[in-house]
């Protein structure tokens, strides 16, 4: 995982060293990068070659991200420019999962956020050629670390209104529409038609206020590796 101020396109690798393994990669930001034991468990479970490229506050487009703490829109730029490079080097991935902050901050102006903001995640996406893209909803932000609550409250006290939670609009997702590609949405298993949980079917579902416990990414993996089957069988 990249830290804010490096720009090394640094890859990780899991699973299987047969060259004829299926390839998969996971791309983004600390939101893609909370999926990584999930993948792991895919790739290992399946066969699979699995890469990784990910780096805080950096999402996978080539939309410009707006100003960040500690340097972060420094160093994202030159990153996602050496990580086209280094896919470009890449032998072709079959498919490529990804997701990012929604509320990521944009240098843009609001009459043109949606529409920059979804070219540039499909802009990105182009950068590894046919592979199948699988993008993930991003999960709800609560307003504080909820485990806060937790720590003195019963789970049913410790919720964020759906309302505030979601973002009024999830670049990736709504590019991934867009773009035909194979989208995952776990909003129903956060939240109620109301609020969105901190705690679901017993498992703690964050590890701060906008990052969640592998111990919960753990319970997504079944419809992660059903979802890269369905990108896989397209023709």
């Known amino acids: 995982f990249v830290q804010l101020a490096d720009t090394e396109a640094r890859a990780c690798t899991f699973g299987s060293t ?4 299926v390839r998969i990669a996971l791309i983004g930001d600390s939101h893609a990068y909370q999926y990584i034991e999930a993948l792991i468990v895919v790739a290992e479970t399946r066969g699979w070659s699995l890469t990784t490229y990910l780096k805080g506050a950096c999402p996978w487009t080539t939309a410009p991200v707006g100003t960040l703490a500690l340097g972060a829109t420094d160093s994202c730029s030159p990153w996602r420019a050496n990580v086209a490079d280094a896919l470009a080097a890449e032998d072709a ?12 901050p944009y240098r843009v102006s609001s009459e043109q956020r949606d529409r920059v903001v979804t070219e540039g ?31 003195v409250s019963i789970p049913s006290e410790c919720t964020e209104p759906r309302s505030f939670a979601l973002a009024d609009v999830d670049g990736a997702a709504h590019a991934a529409l867009v773009a035909g590609a194979e989208l995952i949405d776990f909003t129903d ?14 498992a703690n579902v964050y590890r701060d206020k906008d990052h969640l416990t592998n111990t919960f990414v753990l319970t997504m993996v079944p419809a992660v590796s059903a979802a890269l089957d369905r990108a896989l069988a397209r023709d």
């Open 189 to 202: 298993r956060y939240c109620t038609v109301e609020v969105c949980r901190s705690v679901v079917n017993g």
């Open 18 to 21: 047969d060259p004829d393994a």
């Open 121 to 151: 995640f499909i802009d990105a996406w182009r950068q590894v050629g046919e592979a199948r893209i699988v993008v993930i909803a991003d999960n709800p932000v609560f307003s504080v670390d909820p485990n806060k609550c937790l720590k």
């Open 93 to 104: 991935f079959d498919a490529v999962v990804t997701t990012a902050l929604a509320t990521t």
